[in-house]
């Protein structure tokens, strides 16, 4: 059975930091790539980051710069370091496993709140 599961959301004042993460099982973890992506009230699930199995990484526009990914293959977790958070990064935050053969995400986690206030 395949199981994604995010932690570390909260609250946190604009301008606070949070690391997420998503612990994976049930998958070969080494062979998947990572991402988190994001929904907030009222709006569509939008990208956020990515890590691929070799290692590389991609940002949304929007966090570049704030945000940062990483996974721990041994660990089987993949985890989203967010500084200077924003107001508008508020929104529930879901982990995507997606495998080397796959056009799609394969799995997603329940999701972890994430509110910022200003």
């Known amino acids: 059975q395949v199981q994604l599961v995010e932690s570390g959301g909260g609250l946190v004042q604009a301008g606070g930091s949070l690391r997420l993460s998503c612990a994976a099982s049930g998958i070969y973890f080494r062979s998947y790539t990572m991402g988190w992506f994001r929904q907030a009230p009222g709006k569509e699930r939008e990208f956020v980051a990515v890590v691929t199995w070799g290692g590389g990484t991609t940002y949304a526009d929007s966090v570049r710069g704030r945000f940062s990914i990483s996974r721990d293959n041994a660990k089987n977790t993949v985890d989203l370091k967010m500084n200077s958070l924003k107001p508008e990064d508020t929104a529930v935050y879901f982990c995507?496993?997606?495998?080397?053969?796959?056009?799609?995400?394969?799995?997603w986690g329940q999701g972890t709140q994430v509110s910022v206030s200003s």
């Open positions: 995507a496993a997606q495998n080397r053969g796959s056009r799609s995400y394969d799995y």
